[in-house]
């Protein structure tokens, strides 16, 4: 009985503060319902043992060993449903730079995770405090949630004003290149052109001028990107699909629009998976590429 009250007050912990084990299991959220109503379950069993007048010693024993199997399934469960990271040869320095709060998270989410699992060092350089499309103080929270989730190193947020980049692309390009003089990044992920929100294509802009001399850029998609939007580089993210999904939750003043739901974040993966003969992979555009192979196991 102990043992079990022990174990179900540690997944009331992890439901409450689960930031850590959400970033290494899939499907996490699966994960903590289980634990939860299997606890519940073994403890009813066993509080029932315990005042039953009729119970005798061999329904205790059962509802023991019950419950032992129970919680070693459950944890045996959590060991294999963990992501297994893979280490890359060389460090290298990453710059993702967004118009908006949850940009990143819906295009890239996965990828950056699997980037910083890899021993990789990701700055992130949000423009805007998409302060028209919610609640500003909320997103810049979330965002930074986010960006510890996923593991970037650093977070820079800027106050332009919200779908009026346009009007400040000088502006967001010296400010790009502030970071980029600071990072000095090897690969820098970015809005791409084909894209219907007008801040987008601004950073974008912005992101070719400040990172010209830069051997790397990537353009990634965005609910707004066109048909014209037509990835050539591709990077799986099947065991860091769960981990996107968790990152874009982060964002819970968004979480009510539709291109944010997890089928969609699914769909999306698939379909670019299947594209590059993956199951579950972001696609991107690239302006310049010169990556070594050991970037993205």
Same mark, same amino acid.
């Given at each position: ?52 007048? *009729? +119970?005798?010693?061999? =329904? ?9 199997? $129970? /919680? &070693?399934? @459950?944890? !045996? ?57 919610? *609640? +500003?103080?909320?997103? =810049? ?9 996923? $593991? /970037? &190193?650093? @977070?820079? !947020? ?140």
């Amino acid at each position: 009985m102990i043992d079990t009250i022990v174990f179900i007050t540690v997944a009331v912990c992890l439901l409450i503060k689960n930031q850590s084990l959400r970033r290494m299991v899939r499907k996490s959220r699966t994960i903590f319902r289980v634990i939860l109503a299997s606890n519940i379950f073994f403890a009813a069993l066993q509080f029932y043992c315990l005042i039953s007048i *009729n +119970s005798d010693i061999w =329904l205790h024993l059962g509802c023991d060993c019950l419950s032992i199997i $129970g /919680l &070693s399934a @459950l944890m !045996i469960g959590i060991v294999r449903m963990k992501v297994i990271a893979e280490p890359s040869l060389k460090s290298m320095k990453i710059l993702v730079i967004g118009a908006h709060p949850d940009d990143m998270e819906i295009a890239c989410g996965g990828s950056l995770a699997k980037l910083c699992d890899a021993g990789h060092t990701i700055w992130g350089l949000v423009l805007s405090n998409g302060e028209m499309g919610g *609640n +500003s103080p909320s997103r =810049l929270r979330e965002a930074k949630k986010s960006a510890e989730f996923l $593991g /970037l &190193s650093k @977070l820079e !947020i800027r106050d332009f004003p919200d779908t009026r980049l346009d009007h400040f692309i000088l502006e967001i390009t010296k400010q790009i290149e502030i970071i980029v003089d600071e990072l000095k990044p090897d690969v820098v992920f970015t809005h791409s052109i084909h894209d219907l929100h007008q801040d987008h294509r601004s950073v974008h802009r912005a992101t070719l001028r400040a990172c010209r001399n830069l051997s790397t850029i990537l353009c990634y998609e965005s609910p707004s990107t066109t048909q014209s939007f037509q990835p050539n580089v591709f990077i799986d993210i099947e065991p860091y699909i769960d981990i996107k999904i968790e990152s874009i939750r982060e964002h819970e003043d968004q979480n009510k629009k539709r291109y944010v739901q997890p089928e969609q974040v699914y769909g999306n993966a698939i379909f670019r998976g299947a594209q590059a003969k993956l199951k579950q992979a972001e696609g991107f555009e690239a302006i310049r590429i010169s990556l070594p192979i050991y970037l993205c196991p």
